[in-house]
């Protein structure tokens, strides 16, 4: 059982590239999300999804763009990379239908560097 | 606004003493607190859940116990180990626009000195 998996685990990009970074999960969890963790601060959140083709901006999303065509995989999209995107990233995702807490499982992330 | 606090970035205990970590929110309406850890180059890991109508959970070597007075959490770890040592997330949940928001604390480094 992989769990969550993140691809790529680092990337160096230059100012105004685009990238995509890939998750996927096996655990048919209807809740994913992507994080992003700088020096220093908590975990804030970019996009979320709670199913295939929905998703919803966080505190975070300036920059990025999501989809959710299955409900295995949740890529995040950088069009026109920028410094501050330098950060570590983390996909989660979790099964929640009402109820009890909201338990999330993290890939191991990704780093990426923008120069 | 950082509705969950972690005020020490960082915390010493020797192995075999208690280790205890705190956390502050500022929103009555979390149901849901929870405690992640965190290894260098891994993600975090779910340790420890406690509900707002409850005050204490135990699991193990883990005790979660919660202050709603006070908005106040905090994870006891006893006894501490050197495989304990990681950055340590509070986090806390509830259901806003018919979805469960999780909000993260900023962490908490814990070193357990062998």
């Known amino acids: 059982n992989a769990g969550v998996t993140q691809t790529p685990k680092f990337r160096i990009l230059k100012i105004g590239q685009s990238m995509t970074l890939q998750c996927t999960q096996d655990?048919?969890?209807?809740?994913m999300y992507w994080y992003r963790q700088d020096p220093g601060m908590g975990l804030k959140l970019i996009y979320y999804?709670?199913?295939?083709?929905?998703?919803d901006k966080g505190e975070v999303p300036n920059g990025y763009n999501v989809s959710r065509s299955t409900t295995e995989d949740f890529p995040l999209r950088l069009e026109l990379a920028a410094p501050s995107q330098t950060s570590v990233y983390f996909c989660?995702?979790?099964?929640?239908?009402?109820?009890?807490?909201?338990?999330?499982?993290f890939g191991a992330g990704s780093r990426l560097t923008v120069l | 606004d950082q509705q969950v606090k972690q005020n020490s970035p960082s915390l010493s205990v020797q192995e075999g003493r208690i280790s205890i970590l705190n956390c502050d929110y500022t929103?009555?309406?979390?149901?849901?607190f929870l405690w992640y850890k965190k290894y260098p180059a891994e993600g975090p890991t779910f340790l420890i859940s406690?509900?707002?109508?409850?005050d204490k959970n135990e699991d193990g070597r883990f005790t979660v116990f919660l202050n709603k007075s006070a908005k106040h959490l905090s994870l006891h770890i006893v006894p501490s180990q050197p495989g304990d040592s990681a950055v340590y997330f509070c986090?806390?949940?509830?259901?806003?626009?018919?979805?469960?928001?999780?909000?993260f604390g900023t962490g908490t480094k814990l070193q357990v000195i062998p």
């Open positions: 989660a995702s979790s099964f929640h239908r009402g109820g009890g807490a909201n338990v999330l499982t």
């Open positions: 655990m048919n969890h209807n809740y």
């Open positions: 999804s709670v199913g295939a083709g929905i998703t």
């Open positions: 929103n009555s309406m979390f149901d849901y």
């Open positions: 406690i509900s707002s109508i409850k």
């Open positions: 986090a806390a949940t509830l259901i806003s626009g018919g979805y469960q928001k999780v909000t």
